[in-house]
Nanobody, 128 residues
């Protein structure tokens, strides 16, 4: 079965950096749309960044543009999220998500309902 395992979260001060990783198994990695989402206490889950499975095109939430970078290593079945200039508003549980578009053209949209496979999450806490 599909399994996504995140790592790399932690606690940092404002302006700090973290790099999240997500190792995928049980899927043909190069055919799956991949994304990062986050959920803060009392808020709905929101999209952060997503990457197309073949052409590598990306989509970012406006709040993270210029600070976060999504990338993937197909040889390692690993998705990354480099987060720089972190702000307290970035504090949340971060989730890796995946799904196979099966020829659909929605990837790399940041729509929660498009993704059927989710990791357990990794906590990111940014203090001021």
């Amino acid at each position: 079965q599909v399994q996504l395992v995140e790592s790399g979260g932690g606690s940092v001060q404002t302006g700090g950096s973290l790099r999240l990783s997500c190792v995928a198994s049980g899927l043909t990695y190069s055919t799956y749309c991949m994304g990062w989402f986050r959920e803060a206490p009392g808020k709905e889950r929101e999209g952060v960044a997503a990457i197309h499975h073949t052409d590598g095109s990306t989509t970012y939430a406006e709040s993270v543009k210029g600070r976060f970078t999504i990338s993937k290593d197909n040889a390692k079945n690993t998705l990354y999220l480099q987060m720089n200039s972190l702000e307290p508003e970035d504090t949340a549980m971060y989730y890796c998500a995946a799904d196979n578009p099966y020829g659909g053209r929605w990837c790399p949209e940041l729509v929660v309902d498009k993704y059927n496979y989710w990791g357990q999450g990794t906590q990111v806490t940014v203090s001021s």
